[in-house]
């Protein structure tokens, strides 16, 4: 089993941050990853195989991939880390060496999954995730579609459309379901707990609007249409409780719909280390219990960023050294340091703020549920549609586990990453309680889906094989 | 529907896994009254969560007549049903000379219970089972192996037992038994009176058997699977080793199920159920030696559940000793293979007082 002072999970901007905040100051650190190149989704690089000349170069990633080249630092890309075996330690697996890595602390920083909503042709080619369209224009230079509708709710529409722009597509409409504008004058003022962030999000919002791309809000798309692939969206007014006006719907042409409905944190790892997690949908949905310090209910275990809480690339950053100053303290309780993490507590405390400050502008509908038709299917895996769950779920008696177990909804490759929140708000809502108080299935290793060959290149001791087959095992 | 404090059932079986609801469900078919109760959701424990491997040629030979009863059980209710049965016949594979001899032994064993199953080696067994890999040097092959998928099988088989008219309750978990002249049951939402108890709650059996005051020395396995994502049909045969450390089948939907018994940690009282990393390890290991194909996939999914295994691994099966009317069924190893069979004969010995198979090696006093 190796050691080092700090493991850290994820190398985009919270992981790198945490990085090189512990290296600097003289701890070892080995960095997994599972992409082939660091920079996480905020700055996702194209393949180095990529010989385009107008590749960015991002002063900011550029700046944080140097800790890369630290002597002290162990970097392992395309690693997937599947469980945490026992406390302090974390079992990895890649194509070029699987095993375990014992740590004083653990600081996960593995990002955020897009939160998908069904409605019905959600699963045409050509509906897209943000998170997915990000992908495609800044980890491959492909762009997703030339005549695109960017739909959902979040801050993260506009980025979507900023880039599909860059790439060269025509943005029909960007369609925000909560009723930004209203909102967003009365809130200026705690806007500004972050000035620079406003200012870019401002910029963005004129940018759209130089490209004159219409910004619906208050409207959903209500459905996809087209056969085999996308050619049209349908959109309609949508209030705050999530009720549809269907007397009122246009349709827009396009070849691709982007659709993003915020994120919600990858706890997988904190889920399997045990971790002590609550419900908070400003956050994403289940948020680990964190202290100021960020470390998590399990002692010298941290997480940080977008995969611990919904916040931005600068929250992360600004997490991700304070975890790593946190997990310096421990082993060298000196004043300067707890002179830099109270400052840095500080500058999280301002970023709080103005996260509070977006996720209340960008409230969203009560539920999107009303969007949900029987032919719809809820689990795309497994194909599972509302009608079937509906009629399973009809007195309210069946819960989460036993949906899953009758359905095979979850069970598919996506590990109910995409449907299991989905199912959350059926039930909740069916018995009048919240999502938070349901009893969800059990999180169960791997993290992620993980090559079984990629799990065998640890050296373990040769196994003790019972004496008779049938004889009992266990104790 | 909430039985009321004195209600009065004539048979009550505590456990609605694979064992408990066979039972009911041949005990109704002989008319008698029955209801289920459960801890927990119905099939929520062992029976909704294990491999689904039936194969008769892993099986001790003591049990082998059983097995066939059960296979033949599986196939004829399986004929009405979805039960997520398969009958691809298995193959049971030895690694190493040793093991060779072992499986040779065994086939020969076998052989002279009554049971005979072809015995391949080299170049003839990887012709016929070309996706083996080459480190497996021989096999024995059985066309009865099959299996059931137990997702699949639980929503069927419960409601094949609610048609036949008995009560699954679940949720209602057994806190104490006491003797009336019949039994009283008493949970958490009133007494339920009865005249027969059948214990068929997997590892939780001696909990309830002790309630009466009969200590059974029931050891708990704790075992681990692991399943793959969905790909192409290869597998056309269940697997199984000889020393009994790897269980492998492909599903109709195309996802690999990886068992062989290796042992995680867990502890039936508080209910906790974890992997032991090194022993999953040894599993994947195995599995991916018989089956090279196997390390190109991903795997979805790896947990743990419980087995009730007796000291001997037969089935604990009969009357509960110094207790009239008190019947119980557990301890086998691969319980959900056997379940159909044991409900059955359990359901005879109550309505008729003996059994079509003998199964006098299989009873409780035994133990005590």
């Given at each position: 089993?190796?050691?080092?002072?700090?493991?850290?999970?994820?190398?985009?901007?919270?992981?790198?941050?945490?990085?090189?905040?512990?290296?600097?100051?003289?701890?070892?650190?080995?960095?997994?990853?599972?992409?082939?190149?660091?920079?996480?989704?905020?700055?996702?690089?194209?393949?180095?195989?990529?010989?385009?000349?107008?590749?960015?170069?991002?002063?900011?990633?550029?700046?944080?991939?140097?800790?890369?080249?630290?002597?002290?630092?162990?970097?392992?890309?395309?690693?997937?880390?599947?469980?945490?075996?026992?406390?302090?330690?974390?079992?990895?697996?890649?194509?070029?060496?699987?095993?375990?890595?014992?740590?004083?602390?653990?600081?996960?920083?593995?990002?955020?999954?897009?939160?998908?909503?069904?409605?019905?042709?959600?699963?045409?080619?050509?509906?897209?995730?943000?998170?997915?369209?990000?992908?495609?224009?800044?980890?491959?230079?492909?762009?997703?579609?030339?005549?695109?509708?960017?739909?959902?709710?979040?801050?993260?529409?506009?980025?979507?459309?900023?880039?599909?722009?860059?790439?060269?597509?025509?943005?029909?409409?960007?369609?925000?379901?909560?009723?930004?504008?209203?909102?967003?004058?009365?809130?200026?003022?705690?806007?500004?707990?972050?000035?620079?962030?406003?200012?870019?999000?401002?910029?963005?919002?004129?940018?759209?609007?130089?490209?004159?791309?219409?910004?619906?809000?208050?409207?959903?798309?209500?459905?996809?249409?087209?056969?085999?692939?996308?050619?049209?969206?349908?959109?309609?007014?949508?209030?705050?409780?999530?009720?549809?006006?269907?007397?009122?719907?246009?349709?827009?042409?396009?070849?691709?719909?982007?659709?993003?409905?915020?994120?919600?944190?990858?706890?997988?790892?904190?889920?399997?280390?045990?971790?002590?997690?609550?419900?908070?949908?400003?956050?994403?949905?289940?948020?680990?219990?964190?202290?100021?310090?960020?470390?998590?209910?399990?002692?010298?275990?941290?997480?940080?960023?977008?995969?611990?809480?919904?916040?931005?690339?600068?929250?992360?950053?600004?997490?991700?050294?304070?975890?790593?100053?946190?997990?310096?303290?421990?082993?060298?309780?000196?004043?300067?340091?707890?002179?830099?993490?109270?400052?840095?507590?500080?500058?999280?405390?301002?970023?709080?703020?103005?996260?509070?400050?977006?996720?209340?502008?960008?409230?969203?509908?009560?539920?999107?549920?009303?969007?949900?038709?029987?032919?719809?299917p809820v689990c795309r895996c497994e194909n599972v549609?509302?009608?079937e769950?509906?009629?399973?779920?009809?007195?309210?008696?069946?819960?989460?586990?036993?949906?899953k177990?009758?359905t095979r909804l979850s069970m598919g490759r996506c590990?109910?990453?995409?449907c299991?929140?989905?199912?959350?708000?059926?039930?909740?809502?069916?018995?009048?309680?919240?999502?938070?108080?349901?009893?969800?299935?059990?999180?169960?290793?791997?993290?992620?889906?993980?090559?079984?060959?990629?799990?065998?290149?640890?050296?373990?001791?040769?196994?003790?094989?019972?004496?008779?087959?049938?004889?009992?095992?266990?104790? | 529907?909430?039985?009321?404090?004195?209600?009065?059932?004539?048979?009550?079986?505590?456990?609605?896994?694979?064992?408990?609801?066979?039972?009911?469900?041949?005990?109704?078919?002989?008319?008698?009254?029955?209801?289920?109760?459960?801890?927990?959701?119905?099939?929520?424990?062992?029976?909704?969560?294990?491999?689904?491997?039936?194969?008769?040629?892993?099986?001790?030979?003591?049990?082998?007549?059983?097995?066939?009863?059960?296979?033949?059980?599986?196939?004829?209710?399986?004929?009405?049903?979805?039960?997520?049965?398969?009958?691809?016949?298995?193959?049971?594979?030895?690694?190493?000379?040793?093991?060779?001899?072992?499986?040779?032994?065994?086939?020969?064993?076998?052989?002279?219970?009554?049971?005979?199953?072809?015995?391949?080696?080299?170049?003839?067994?990887?012709?016929?089972?070309?996706?083996?890999?080459?480190?497996?040097?021989?096999?024995?092959?059985?066309?009865?192996?099959?299996?059931?998928?137990?997702?699949?099988?639980?929503?069927?088989?419960?409601?094949?037992?609610?048609?036949?008219?008995?009560?699954?309750?679940?949720?209602?978990?057994?806190?104490?038994?006491?003797?009336?002249?019949?039994?009283?049951?008493?949970?958490?939402?009133?007494?339920?009176?009865?005249?027969?108890?059948?214990?068929?709650?997997?590892?939780?059996?001696?909990?309830?058997?002790?309630?009466?005051?009969?200590?059974?020395?029931?050891?708990?396995?704790?075992?681990?699977?692991?399943?793959?994502?969905p790909?192409?049909?290869?597998?056309?045969?269940?697997?199984?080793?000889?020393?009994?450390?790897?269980?492998?089948?492909?599903?109709?939907n195309?996802?690999?199920?990886?068992?062989?018994?290796?042992?995680?940690?867990?502890?039936?009282?508080?209910?906790?159920?974890?992997?032991?990393?090194?022993?999953?390890?040894?599993?994947?290991?195995?599995?991916?030696?018989?089956?090279?194909?196997?390390?190109?996939?991903?795997?979805?999914?790896?947990?743990?559940?419980?087995?009730?295994?007796?000291?001997?691994?037969?089935?604990?099966?009969?009357?509960?000793?110094?207790?009239?009317?008190?019947?119980?069924?557990?301890?086998?190893?691969?319980?959900?293979?056997?379940?159909?069979?044991?409900?059955?004969?359990?359901?005879?010995?109550?309505?008729?007082?003996?059994?079509?198979?003998?199964?006098?090696?299989?009873?409780?006093?035994?133990?005590?």
């Open positions: 089993m190796k050691s080092t002072d700090i493991a850290i999970v994820g190398a985009g901007p919270a992981g790198l941050a945490a990085a090189r905040e512990a290296v600097e100051s003289g701890l070892s650190v080995m960095l997994m990853d599972d992409n082939s190149q660091p920079g996480g989704q905020y700055f996702r690089q194209l393949p180095r195989q990529f010989s385009r000349v107008d590749r960015v170069r991002h002063g900011r990633a550029e700046r944080l991939f140097e800790v890369l080249d630290h002597p002290r630092l162990h970097y392992l890309p395309d690693c997937v880390v599947w469980d945490v075996p026992e406390q302090g330690i974390l079992a990895y697996a890649a194509g070029t060496g699987s095993g375990r890595v014992r740590a004083d602390a653990i600081i996960i920083a593995a990002g955020a999954t897009d939160r998908p909503l069904p409605f019905p042709g959600w699963t045409l080619p050509g509906v897209i995730t943000a998170g997915g369209s990000q992908n495609m224009i800044k980890g491959q230079a492909v762009r997703p579609g030339d005549d695109v509708v960017v739909a959902g709710n979040g801050p993260l529409l506009l980025v979507a459309a900023m880039h599909l722009i860059s790439a060269g597509a025509t943005v029909r409409a960007v369609v925000e379901a909560a009723p930004f504008q209203r909102r967003a004058w009365s809130r200026l003022a705690s806007l500004s707990w972050s000035p620079s962030l406003l200012v870019q999000a401002l910029s963005w919002r004129l940018r759209l609007a130089a490209a004159r791309v219409p910004f619906l809000t208050g409207q959903a798309v209500i459905e996809a249409h087209g056969a085999p692939a996308l050619e049209a969206v349908s959109i309609a007014p949508v209030d705050h409780r999530g009720g549809i006006n269907r007397a009122s719907v246009t349709t827009l042409e396009a070849d691709c719909l982007v659709v993003g409905n915020g994120l919600a944190p990858a706890v997988e790892l904190t889920r399997l280390a045990g971790c002590a997690h609550h419900h908070d949908p400003m956050l994403g949905g289940w948020t680990p219990r964190r202290t100021k310090d960020l470390e998590t209910t399990v002692p010298g275990l941290y997480t940080v960023g977008d995969g611990a809480a919904i916040g931005g690339v600068e929250l992360a950053l600004a997490e991700g050294r304070m975890a790593a100053l946190a997990a310096l303290l421990q082993r060298f309780p000196c004043a300067c340091l707890h002179k830099r993490r109270h400052n840095l507590a500080r500058h999280l405390d301002r970023l709080g703020r103005f996260r509070t400050a977006v996720a209340d502008i960008f409230a969203p509908p009560e539920t999107f549920l009303e969007l949900i038709t029987p032919e719809t549609t509302l009608g769950l509906g009629h399973l779920a009809a007195d309210g008696a069946a819960g989460m586990v036993q949906l177990s009758t590990q109910g990453r995409f299991l929140a989905t199912l959350a708000d059926l039930v909740a809502t069916r018995r009048g309680i919240k999502v938070a108080d349901l009893d969800w299935p059990r999180f169960r290793p791997p993290a992620r889906p993980v090559l079984l060959g990629d799990l065998l290149h640890e050296e373990i001791p040769p196994p003790v094989l019972p004496d008779d087959p049938h004889l009992p095992r266990g104790s | 529907m909430a039985p009321q404090d004195g209600l009065r059932i004539e048979t009550v079986v505590i456990g609605a896994g694979i064992t408990g609801l066979s039972t009911a469900l041949f005990l109704a078919r002989a008319g008698r009254e029955v209801m289920v109760l459960d801890r927990g959701d119905p099939w929520g424990e062992s029976s909704g969560g294990n491999a689904g491997t039936l194969s008769l040629q892993v099986k001790h030979p003591l049990v082998l007549d059983l097995m066939q009863l059960s296979l033949d059980l599986w196939e004829a209710e399986a004929g009405s049903r979805n039960l997520g049965y398969e009958r691809t016949g298995g193959v049971r594979v030895a690694l190493s000379q040793d093991e060779v001899v072992m499986l040779k032994k065994s086939v020969a064993l076998q052989q002279r219970h009554g049971y005979g199953f072809d015995y391949l080696e080299g170049k003839a067994l990887h012709r016929a089972v070309p996706w083996l890999g080459p480190g497996v040097l021989a096999a024995s092959l059985s066309p009865r192996d099959a299996f059931s998928s137990p997702l699949r099988c639980g929503p069927q088989l419960l409601r094949a037992v609610s048609e036949a008219g008995v009560d699954i309750v679940d949720h209602r978990e057994v806190q104490a038994i006491e003797p009336d002249g019949g039994y009283r049951l008493v949970t958490p939402a009133g007494a339920i009176r009865c005249d027969i108890v059948v214990i068929a709650a997997g590892v939780w059996s001696g909990h309830i058997s002790a309630m009466l005051g009969v200590e059974l020395p029931l050891m708990v396995d704790v075992n681990m699977l692991t399943i793959t994502e790909v192409d049909h290869v597998l056309d045969r269940v697997v199984t080793h000889i020393g009994g450390v790897l269980s492998l089948k492909q599903y109709p195309g996802t690999c199920m990886i068992g062989g018994g290796w042992q995680g940690k867990g502890n039936p009282e508080s209910g906790t159920k974890e992997l032991d990393y090194e022993q999953l390890l040894h599993n994947l290991r195995i599995a991916a030696r018989v089956v090279p194909g196997l390390r190109q996939l991903r795997i979805l999914r790896s947990w743990s559940g419980f087995e009730s295994v007796a000291p001997d691994a037969l089935p604990v099966l009969g009357r509960l000793p110094g207790r009239e009317g008190v019947f119980i069924a557990t301890g086998a190893r691969g319980g959900y293979s056997l379940g159909p069979a044991q409900g059955m004969l359990l359901a005879e010995l109550i309505t008729d007082g003996h059994t079509r198979l003998p199964a006098d090696s299989f009873d409780p006093a035994r133990l005590v």
